[in-house]
């Protein structure tokens, strides 16, 4: 079978696509890495309504032009458009394949899917097991980076969130991954701690906005926990494959949320609470349970278009640092 790469919609098992020696590609990291905005309008001259999510539109045409063999589209757990996503897609000739994460977090029911999946890319258990070992090596590196971020404070919030989110597909090859990672932790095991400032907390999918976590450095704070990147990363590092996708909150309810944000936002001494959505999600009526469970300063802020922030989203952060600060 020759190396393929397999575009994808939010993290899932890539241990199974690297057993097979295929190459994971996160298509929300390479959307918004690139000519983002066009790949959106593009979307809409094929007909995306306006009010669909940006991402979803920049997913789709960011698959058509990145010289994909394929796409698996998470379909439970992720967008509720992902389904439909992976209709569009299958309709400009990019084959698709679904992939659920259970609604009710039932460990029977993942095994079943991560079995479907190692059956469609005839690898075994042992092969997905030996794999989840190598990627855990770095895995382990990145909790050092992010305990460095929060605790030795040697690592920005802005370079723990590039960081973390590209640990959904170690940009396509761990080797060279790991490489780059272990050079940037060695320059910053030179660095002197940052000053102190307001301690953030990021929560929420990461940002369309580029220069989110700029701006917040330039109002004096800093973010010591980015949440949903950081499940990217697989933090918990549990030995079995299912058990480790299982403890991985985003596909899950607010609730399986929750029970990581509140101890790492005691744990991380976080002053204050930024919380991201994005138009049109349904993560937006989570939100609402997050406000009301986390007694900190909180602030929501709603992301649509891949562009830089908004005058009145700046005027809104300036404002909220101001009053907490």
Known sequence: MKNKRVGFTTS?????????GHTPID??????????AAHARNAELKGFPRTVCAWIKGNFDTALHANLDEVVAIVVGDCANSASLSSMLTLEGLPTLPFAYPPQRSRDALDASIRQLEERYEVTRHQT?????????????????????????LVTGAENHLWLVSSSDF?????????????FMESAAQRDPLPSGLRCAYLGVPPIHRDLYPRIADLGAD???????????????LPDIVDQYLAFTYPYSVFERLEDILPQLEKRAVDLVISYTQSFCHLQIDNIILKK???????TLEGDWPEPLDNRTLLRLESFFEVHG
């Open 293 to 299: 469970k986390i007694a900190l300063p909180f602030l």
């Open 12 to 20: 899932f098992p890539v241990e199974v696509l690297f057993a097979a």
């Open 171 to 183: 940009n396509g090859d761990p080797d060279r991954f790991e490489e780059e990672l272990d050079r």
């Open 129 to 153: 097991q030996k794999t989840k070992e190598r990627l855990d090596e770095i895995r382990r590196k990145l909790i050092t980076l992010d305990e460095w971020t929060w605790k030795e404070r």
């Open 27 to 36: 298509l929300n990291n390479l959307f918004v890495g690139g000519n983002s």
């Open 223 to 237: 973010v010591v926990f980015n949440e949903v990147q950081r499940q990217f990363s697989m933090p918990d590092l």
